[in-house]
């Protein structure tokens, strides 16, 4: 699917599919998780086992898939002794999905997805423009349909720094950010929470950050990589500060590095339901993040209109 028609799907008010995490899926394949570039070795390791993961998400339903390239930022790469390999992890990952689809015989568009991953926040935003643009020069100019700027886990100002870079691409640009709430006064701040009980990250209050990024950014904004409970607030926040097109794709489970722990207390029918209070709540767009695979996309396809 070229990115005018998931932009037609939206603008008439339809639901778009976006397919589920990645990394943990391939865990569940037998695929190996690197220990510091979790699987963005895995475009290059075990290629099959990539395309095999975006294939079944587009037999599930997913109208829009997104490449391996989370935990292929430039930064990253850099960082962890790798790069010479910028443009040929990154290369590789487009690749795969690309086959998938022609594969797969069906219309789907690609996310080029440029992350945070391993942006450490004491170098500085500044330290980090030039990695973000090296990232999204080489997804546009592999042929991705549309960026997702996968900012999730991010402090405020990192957020509106990958904006910023992204302006300087001609495609269309969706922005996810994570949530957590803050127990003190029940408020959803922006913030992540990657291991249970501890290690909670909490940035600013997530109606004061929805209103900033907006400014900067006009494209549809997701909750992402968060709390499947803390979502459901998230997505009425996010409605009531922003005029644009929202969209959910939360996590389940939690990261124990560098594996992806799943915890098997939602069914993929129990994420319908999620899913359903999300668009009631005004998402158009939804999708899983961590932890949620193949069955719960699947059961989601349902929502399609
Ligand atoms: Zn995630």
Known sequence: MSYNEVKEKLDKGKIIILDGGMGAELEKSGAKMHKDLWCGKCSVDTPDLVQKVHEDYILAGADVITTNTYGTTPISLKQYGFGNCVLEYNQKSVEIAKKAVENIN???????????????????????????????????????????????????????????CSQKTNLPVWLSISCVMNAKNDKVMLGYSDSI???THI??????????????????????????????????????NFQGILGAYPNRGYFEKPNWKFIDNI???????????????????????????????????VLKN
Request: proline share 2%; hydrophobic share 40%.
């Open 267 to 301: 069914t993929p029918n129990d994420y319908l339901e999620y899913a359903k209070s999300w668009l009631k709540n005004g998402a158009q767009i939804v999708g899983g993040c961590c932890g949620v695979g193949v069955e719960e996309i699947k059961a989601i396809s």
């Open 197 to 199: 009980d501890t290690d």
């Open 203 to 240: 940035y600013e209050s997530l109606d004061v950050a929805i209103k900033n990024f907006s400014k900067l950014h006009k494209g549809p904004i997701l909750i992402a990589h968060s709390d499947i409970n803390v979502t459901g607030e998230a997505v009425i926040t996010a409605k009531k």
């Open 106 to 164: 069906k219309d789907v568009a690609i996310a080029g997805s440029v992350s945070t991953f391993g942006s450490f926040y004491r170098l500085g935003t500044k330290a980090m423009i030039p990695g973000f643009i090296e990232h999204l020069k080489i997804l546009s100019e592999e042929g991705v349909d549309l960026i997702i700027l996968e900012a999730m886990s991010s402090q405020a100002d990192i957020v509106e720094t990958i904006i910023e």
